[in-house]
């Protein structure tokens, strides 16, 4: 990560970006529906979308990974299924609602499957579900299946970007990358989540669609192998979602490709679309790379990156752009420490911005580092934080990516093999502020 | 817990109440002194205050507990060679700078010990050092030397509050208590700690002192195993102390007590401390007490509790007094999933306040329950969110605990014996705030 440096000066630049990006692969086709419904649970009514994926020809070629939460969601449950079925032909995603340990839950999850298979000629087990956002609630599922016909007239050819929209909950802006691949085929992929992400094994709401001819098997080992240094390299802040899922689907209508460019391609996207959901993140003004070496394993070196990444004293302080560097010590060493991960103080080594902060195990600190730490935290900033008009509401001045700069952290722990890279973020007044009425 | 049920309408009542429980024990003398210095690791200008607690005559019958982080302070390391040496006269704390990782850090601490023993007529060796602040920076030592003189002068036979005062550093206010032993004895703690809290076999910094004539061997014994239900089990922030030490000192004065009496006594102190630690979090606003049943085992049941109170999403939401019970549920199957720790959905039940949201694996939710929710989340809350003046900077109105209730979660899980108690913390803007520039 990345593979891009993009920067975007205003919202109209970077929507016209996402356009250029968005154009569906072949043999796919993308459309949307909105709906009004009032919660049995709450007493204010509220909005829903529903967004649809569909092929011109169910496929075989489909592979999804889930999230490891116990209590997965009515979608997930009935995704894990899918798997062992012939052929996708279609996605149904909504917002609002995650349907997560909810009467009814996979029955009503299943109905709209039914719905949308009948609108679209399909198979039921052909559809797969997805639902995201407030966990408890019920889908509304009769105001759902009135909306489907509507979602099913408004397919197109041309773009998934109403999809990726439609998808959203509190993100700021819809996230969309491409590759090409060598004659003509291409992989899109789409992605959601902004809040109560660390993906375990997988992230929030993932699609990607290519027109590559690819078989079931290659998407499946091609597709875990991409998430591992990809959504599962993320945290913005540490809760793993019940709903988190990865799904490919190859329509193939553009035939053969060299493996190697496929493979490229699919974690090129996926490492995109990861620091995406990090940099878009509820809150987020600061994205994180911790890039690890020198630890035992892999697996150590991400988990120390993950320590860092997730502890609430270092994201404030970046948040303030305050470089208290003994809380990256603090955050190690209590990893480690828990971990029984073996650490080698003298051969400790940590950079801020390229700048070495504790060398040898010892801290190498002066006041003119002070300034060239701020000024590294400062050039990373995605916007600057504004006062509250009422005194408590903080939000985000902008609704796209001004730049993919991130602050930078160098950790080396000793001569082990493992080697980690993991994005996290700061820790705000706008994500206190995003996260204390979710619901409202 | 908790072992008490205070309410105190405005902070000179706090502080009377803090008065009689700081008492000191007999063969105990408690002093400090303030200095003044600039750190060479930053520009301006820093204080700091040193803290003194000295026995009439040096005992065996002492005990201590230090932190797991892989990363410990200069005083951790030493005083985990005092644990082998025969005996402790004096106790020196500083706060301001925690001496982790610094150039010459056990050097600095042990010349301020040789030159505290001097003035007290002790071995260098009898001196248990103890520092607390910003991770990174080194000590003052010719500044701290130089106030030696004043800490020894002032030391006094009354009262511990002073340094239960001198300790602290983001802390609103000292936290003090007692247990009275029969005959005559009791046993007094203080405890520093308001962030970087989660203590990983001990807290900040707590001083446990008695009067009681136990002896090396039970002085050991029972501490470690009253730290594993109070400390052990509370979390502010998730992030591990360098310097979390609790010590435990005996000088024998009043005589044997009966062990049963002194076991009860020690554990209900420790108890009460780390809930006060918890009520004094940074930016805390509601403690959260969870108790989980039918875990596979305790640590099973402490992990999932941890889990909870740990999730920010979590946090966030009791901080807003926002019952959005979903995000119990995700944060329950976040640390099942990723532990491997089998749950049973269909004999998963939580209640909020005492009331049932989900039970057998489904919530259990409506308008008029979460009118309730709302007003135990309310209730909890120790003191009211004020907008900010600047737009920006967040302070907690009081400096005093109000009360002591809590949010009160319960958790069953299935049919295991494993059950445990743990107490968090909300996540607010005046966390955010406290953190954002906590060195300034």
């Known amino acids: 990560m990345p593979s891009t440096d993009l920067a975007f000066a205003d919202r109209d630049s ?6 250029g990006q968005a154009a569906l692969p072949g ?8 709906l009004e419904f009032t919660p049995a649970e709450a007493a204010r009514p509220a909005r829903m979308r529903l967004a ?3 092929l011109d020809r169910p496929t075989p070629a489909f592979a999804a990974v889930f999230t490891r939460n116990a209590f997965p969601g009515a979608p997930v449950l009935i995704g894990r299924r899918r798997l062992g079925g012939g052929a996708l032909g279609a996605v149904l995603v909504n917002n609002k609602i995650s349907n997560v340990c909810a009467p009814e839950g996979v029955e009503r999850s299943e109905r709209l499957c039914a719905e949308a298979a009948r609108l679209l000629g399909l198979a039921p ?3 797969l579900p997805s639902s995201t956002g407030v966990i408890g609630w019920q889908l509304p599922i009769e105001a759902m299946v009135a909306a489907l016909p509507a979602a099913v007239a408004s397919l197109r050819r041309d773009t998934i970007l109403p999809v990726a929209e439609a ?10 990358r491409r590759a090409a691949l060598p004659g003509g085929a291409s992989i899109v992929g789409i992605a959601k989540g902004a809040g109560m992400i660390e993906p375990n094994l997988a992230t929030m709401l993932v699609y990607l669609l290519t027109d590559a001819a690819v078989d079931r098997e290659a998407c499946r080992a091609e597709l875990a ?3 591992e240094g990809s959504f599962n390299a993320i945290s913005v802040d540490s809760d793993t979602s019940t709903s988190d899922t990865v799904a490919l689907l190859a329509s193939g209508e553009a035939g053969p490709v060299d493996p190697g460019a496929f493979r490229d391609g699919l974690r090129r996207v996926c490492r995109d679309l990861a620091e995406d959901v990090v940099r878009n993140g509820e809150g987020v003004r600061h994205v994180l790379r911790v890039r690890v070496r020198g630890a035992p394993d892999a697996a150590a070196a991400r988990a120390l990156g993950k320590a860092i990444v ?5 994201k404030t302080a970046v948040a303030g752009n305050d470089p208290n560097v003994g809380r990256l010590v603090a955050a190690l060493g209590k990893e480690a420490g828990a971990r029984g991960i073996p650490l080698d103080p ?9 700048e070495p902060i504790v060398d040898g195990g010892v801290f190498r600190l002066d006041a003119a580092l002070e300034a060239r730490l701020v000024a590294h935290l400062a050039g990373a900033e995605l916007y600057p934080q504004r006062p509250a008009a009422d005194g408590i509401t903080f939000r985000p001045p902008v609704d796209f990516p001004r730049h993919e700069r991130c602050v930078e952290l160098g950790v080396e722990v000793g001569g082990g093999p493992g080697v980690a890279e993991v994005l996290g973020a700061d820790l705000t007044h706008e994500y206190v502020t995003e996260n204390a009425d979710y619901r409202s």
């Open 27 to 34: 043999g796919f086709r993308a459309g949307t529906a909105a």
């Open 14 to 19: 970077h929507r016209r970006w996402l356009a």
């Open 346 to 354: 003298a051969r400790t080594r940590l950079t801020l911005g390229g």
């Open 125 to 127: 087990g052909e559809v």
């Open 52 to 54: 649809l994926i569909a």
């Open 167 to 176: 998808i959203l909950t509190t993100d700021l802006y819809p996230k969309v």
């Open 225 to 227: 192998a991409a998430v």
């Open 310 to 314: 997730n502890s609430p004293l270092v």
